[in-house]
């Protein structure tokens, strides 16, 4: 059976194309589209943002921290080789023929007798010692010290040193808030071969150790007059005991370079300094147990030291007085002074009288023998007790009391122990560095 052919389908391309629609080809985004990413790369641009903040703040805190620890670590080195470089004995009653010059430590007489204690509510906690400072006169072991004479430089190997706080202030001469120090040192030559000069401005123009003459001007000092308080640089040469010049309970208020002067900031070495703290080292003082923790010690500075009941061994750095007017036996520093004499009362710090700060000073043994003048004309001077002489009219004494004055404490400076703290105002972080330094055996 024969079947018809199929007719034949033919197929254009055109045919073959997806039916157009109206609405298959889109011109661009819808706004909803283009807000939504807008909102996410500002989301994006300001997570970048805040991230490169941050990493800026850390970047300059960072650097802030690391500037401030080595302008510390340079006081520290300063200080630790003042400290080792030091030309008296350490030992009170220097004399004066031996030309060795002097040490004397001085603490305030302020409010705060402990760090852990604020000076008072505008205060910060962290705020350590703000009254102590050092005096004494030093050796170089290398090259010698430069300082100025006038328009020209001179150069020693002997100088005397000062290290003392002030309080920050701003250009209107406002104390900072919150309150911070600035650690200062300043430095004086020792060549008594030079000629006096006026005393006007004497150390805006001269880094020289001097005293007042009879004359009224400067006269160089050598190591052999800087035993005596009277000659030292900022003391009170008209009164015995010859204090610092300072106003009651601050003997801080040593005057660095003023403001004013073309030398400003020369003597400065630290700012934002919350403490400068001296303690000297006891070889008596008893390290103690504490009561809450039976395996932490304390010193005597440290809070909870009162209360502590069992002794752990002896030998600490202390605070001159720091039984606080308790006599504690066999202490060196426990109490404000422990000297003997008709004038060692004079040097004693009562609750009635606290004009006179703590010291610690080597001491000239030639305030026993002082014929007249320098105001020991009326403390005795034909064998009577307290002139220096025995009773029995031999030259000496045969006990402490017949001694004319004493040191504030007749006994060795073994050791000291300087804490500076810090504040870094950027990172606002605190640091502190220690130095220690060994003077004479126990």
């Not at 090259?143 to 202030?169: C, D, H, K, L």
């Not at 040469?237 to 009651?248: E, G, Q, R, T």
């Not at 909870?304 to 002794?311: E, N, W």
């Not at 000496?396 to 004319?404: D, E, K, M, P």
Request: hydrophobic residues 35%; charged residues 15%; proline residues 7%.
């Amino acid at each position: 059976m024969y079947l018809p052919a199929s007719p034949v389908r033919v197929f254009s391309i055109a045919s073959m194309r997806a039916p157009r629609h109206t609405n298959s080809r889109r011109c661009g985004f819808s706004l909803v589209e283009i807000m939504v990413a807008t909102l996410i790369s500002l989301m994006v641009i300001g997570a970048a943002v805040t991230l490169f903040g941050v990493i800026g703040e850390k970047v300059t805190a960072g650097r802030a921290g690391i500037e401030t620890s080595d302008h510390v670590r340079a006081a520290q080195d300063a200080l630790r080789r003042d400290l080792q470089s030091v030309t008296a004995t350490m030992l009170p009653w220097e004399s004066p023929a031996a030309a060795n010059g002097y040490f004397e430590i001085i603490k305030g007489n302020g409010p705060k007798n402990r760090d852990s204690v604020p000076q008072s509510v505008n205060d910060s906690p962290l705020q350590g010692y703000t009254n102590d400072f050092l005096l004494f006169t030093i050796r170089s072991k290398d090259r010698p010290f430069v300082g100025r004479y006038g328009n020209a430089t001179i150069q020693s190997q002997v100088a005397e040193v000062a290290w003392f706080m002030a309080p920050t202030v701003n250009s209107a001469g406002q104390q900072t808030t919150p309150m911070t120090y600035t650690l200062y040192r300043r430095m004086f030559l020792v060549l008594p071969g030079l000629a006096p000069q006026g005393a006007a401005n004497f150390y805006a123009s001269y880094d020289i150790s001097a005293h007042v003459g009879g004359n009224g001007q400067m006269i160089p000092n050598s190591l052999a007059d800087l035993t005596y308080r009277e000659n030292r640089f900022a003391h009170n040469a008209n009164s015995y005991p010859f204090l610092v010049n300072s106003v009651a309970n601050d003997p801080s208020t040593l005057a660095p370079f003023s403001n004013s002067s073309q030398r400003y900031g020369e003597d400065a070495v630290l700012t934002n300094v919350l403490g400068f703290d001296v303690k000297v080292w006891d070889p008596n003082a008893i390290v103690m147990q504490d009561v809450t923790n039976p395996n932490t010690p304390l010193v005597p500075s440290d809070p909870g030291y009162g209360s502590a009941k069992t002794a752990l061994a002896p030998g600490a750095y202390v605070d001159l007085n720091y039984a606080n007017g308790a006599s504690l036996t066999g202490s060196y520093f426990s109490s404000t002074f422990v000297g003997a004499g008709a004038k060692a009362s004079s040097l004693a710090p009562t609750p009635s009288n606290q004009t006179f700060p703590l010291t610690w000073d080597s001491w000239s043994s030639g305030y026993e023998y002082y014929a007249s003048g320098n105001g020991f004309a009326a403390y005795g001077q034909n064998g009577n007790v307290g002139s220096g002489f025995d009773d029995s009219s031999q030259r000496g004494v045969s006990n402490a009391g017949q001694r004319q004055t004493s040191p504030p404490y007749p006994v060795p400076l073994r050791g000291v122990r300087v804490k500076i703290r810090v504040y870094e105002p950027v990172a606002r972080q605190v640091r502190e560095v220690t130095v220690d330094e060994t003077f004479t055996p126990d």
